[in-house]
T-cell receptor, first 112, second 111 residues
Framework: DAGVTQSPTHLIKTRGQQVTLRCSPKSGHDTVSWYQQALGQGPQFIFQYYEEEERQRGNFPDRFSGHQFPNYSSELNVNALLLGDSALYLC???????????FGPGTRLTVT | QKEVEQNSGPLSVPEGAIASLNCTYSDRGSQSFFWYRQYSGKSPELIMFIYSNGDKEDGRFTAQLNKASQYVSLLIRDSQPSDSATYLCAVRGPNDYKLSFGAGTTVTVRA
């Protein structure tokens, strides 16, 4: 039973560029949440997707956008990258009928 | 006031001892509480969740919830060096789908 998968593992981008991160949820899960974790901090909620719609959004600018596909996988897009966007980006999957969220291995984004 | 607060630590305990981690939250209506373990350079791993007042035990881990005091704790019994990690407390608010996390408590188990 595959767990949550994310790609790529690491990414280095230049300020001003755009990036797309990908996530496949755990088998049987239909909900995907994205979090940003800066060094030494807890994860911060970006948004959650369910039924291909953004269901809730955290305090992140519009430069952060996402999408969910019919197979429940999801993408996180970040435009106009800033140095401060350097962080570990975590995808968490869950079932619509349960509260527990399970994280993928994360994508480490470095913006130079 | 932060939504979820944890003692930052580090918490150092000898092998075989009990590690006690604390977490307080600000929204009295919160319903669901989670503990994640995060090893250095890795992603968080869900180790416990609790929804009702009282204790919940799973192996060497016990989660304790007191909604009146807005307090949730995690006890790690018979601590092992492999328990050395950062432990994150997460709370789901009453009208939220998101989890709000504390900054984490770093635990070091000395052999």
């Amino acid at each position: 039973d595959a767990g949550v998968t994310q790609s790529p593992t690491h990414l280095i981008k230049t300020r001003g560029q755009q990036v797309t991160l990908r996530c496949s949820p755990k088998s049987g899960h239909d909900t995907v949440s994205w979090y940003q974790q800066a060094l030494g901090q807890g994860p911060q909620f970006i948004f959650q997707y369910y039924e291909e719609e953004e269901r809730q959004r955290g305090n992140f600018p519009d430069r952060f956008s996402g999408h969910q596909f019919p197979n429940y996988s999801s993408e996180l897009n970040v435009n106009a990258l800033l140095l401060g966007d350097s962080a570990l980006y975590l995808c968490a999957s869950s079932s619509s009928w349960a509260y527990e969220q399970y994280f993928g291995p994360g994508t480490r984004l470095t913006v130079t | 006031q932060k939504e979820v607060e944890q003692n930052s630590g580090p918490l150092s305990v000898p092998e075989g001892a009990i590690a006690s981690l604390n977490c307080t939250y600000s929204d009295r209506g919160s319903q669901s509480f989670f503990w994640y373990r995060q090893y250095s350079g890795k992603s968080p791993e869900l180790i416990m969740f609790i929804y009702s007042n009282g204790d919940k035990e799973d192996g060497r881990f016990t989660a304790q919830l007191n909604k009146a005091s807005q307090y949730v704790s995690l006890l790690i019994r018979d601590s092992q060096p492999s328990d050395s990690a950062t432990y994150l407390c997460a709370v789901r608010g009453p009208n939220d789908y998101k989890l709000s996390f504390g900054a984490g408590t770093t635990v070091t188990v000395r052999a």
